[in-house]
């Protein structure tokens, strides 16, 4: 099969590996119909994560299942699968508390940017939609696998919901898709802080009654002007610097929620400034398969539309095209058809 | 009136100074039953808060109400009253929302160690209890001030409650009434995290089903060990030390919450450590003002004794003997008496 690896920062390609095939009996094999490219992908490629030595990427995924192990029970061969970035066994207690990405048997996907991927925990790991999804439907069903499940994550931590402004740092897909969950989760007031037209486009047609295009303090004091001088009820954090996070705690009220999803990167809180901001902070590694039913009932039934954050669709073969035109921010998210 | 001045760390002075008297119509002037020295007085007596000029001392207090501004309405002269160490307007939005510790008005007392004191805002801050207490409820009263209501809100933020293991990190009066409080809410299992005998016999007291005399790397093995290898649901951290806060954090299983209410000194949080923890953090100033009503109740119907914590009583006038005392940890906590 054709799998995409990366041998240093910027050093993309699509080679001929081995078949992806079963090594566990609770394994999955999917074949791919569709995957992308996250914006956590691009640390290793502008080299902020290291790259030691070639490794495999991708951990969005959607597709037909291939073959299960013999201790799969729930999975079929030949359903459509949406699955999660990391996975799970969704019977420990970690699980049962609704934290499966962190769950005791917890590993993170990482090679499905290909024709094929193995999914470890299958039954726990993936959610198979109601039959064969229409084409148009696809997108959508794969953006629930990280980038929707993660924003609805962060709406959730950020406690989004009735009479509660949000701010939203970071317009990538995963702010963007926050917007759409807070949204959906019935948020009074939707603060969208971003300085691109076409982001700031999609962030109001998912919802979004405000634009902020200021940043760093500017962004602060522009919120808090919006909010009488309090900050939001809730913040949602995409981004993982020093700047956004600390953005987005001065953001919040005292007593107000940030949930903060973006992969931190050389990010360091200081404890006296936090003490006194009176914040919830809560985020981390989304537990998307918590999620995914809903999600995909919500696609299902077209109630919402998360994959129109892909700007961009590209062949597989055309993956190291795909990250340099993410890196170069000439797209926003990119879809790869294997 | 004589109250309490420190000059610089380590010099702790009773002075001669003007009565406290009513500066704003919302004010009133309390005469101290009792009144306390907090750990967090002793930041600026160890010098690691600077003391730049004299200034008083003390937050923490109950007592009989002399004067009244004319805007006052609720609290009257001779109420015996107990109040927050943070004053509120317990009218604005972030005191509706129960943050009064951060309320837009709020002011940090501090001049409490002392015959009188004045306190702003007085409907908002104070609570008065339902008649002249018996003497020997004073203590458990003046507690309520700051260092049970601080244990409690530990513990609201850490989510103790029935069904749910909580670790407190720090054997100080707040982690010992933090134990108090997680009883009182109903928490399973209650791991003290203690070295000395007489704060694990008050721990004891107070509701702690294990004791762990381990620190740092080898205490947080140990809560791992007593909870399946997963860490506590709750983790109350009552110190504020780098060490104590990466205690705190790394003892709460992934999905649990830690409630931190010691005052943050130095600390640095790592943001790629708390991201991957999946932990929900809570804390900061206590919204003491919240919990009054129900603290003082169940204090006046001798369902909790917290002033137990106080195990040294000593005239105001030797309040310096005070400081030394708990600086020198001969005392958990020093009682004053006007």
Redesign the interface.
Known sequence: MFGTVIHAPGDIRLEERPDAALTAPTDAVVRLAATCICGSDLWPYRGIESVDEPRPMGHEYAGVVEQVGADVRDIKVGDFVVGSFATSDNTC??CR???Q??C?HREFMGTAQAELTRVPHADGTLVATPGQPDPDLVPHLLAASDVLGTGWYAADAAQAGPGRTVAVVGDGAVGLLGILSAKQMGAERIIAMSRHADRQKLAIEFGASDIVTERGEEGVARVKELT???GAHSVIEAV?T?ES?MQAIRST???GHVG?VG??????????E????????????APVRKYLPHLIDLIWRREIEPGKVFDLTLPLAEVAEGYKAMDERRAVKVLLQP
Chains 1, 2 share one sequence.
């Not at 931190?264 to 006296?272: C, F, K, R």
């Not at 003490?275 to 590694?285: A, I, M, R, V």
């Open positions: 207690e970690i508390a609704g934290y990405s962190h005791v009488g001088g309090l993982g020093q996070m009220r005292a007593g903060y992969v931190a990167h050389g990010v360091s809180l200081p404890g006296e936090l003490f006194f901001s009176g914040t919830h902070l809560h985020g981390g590694p």
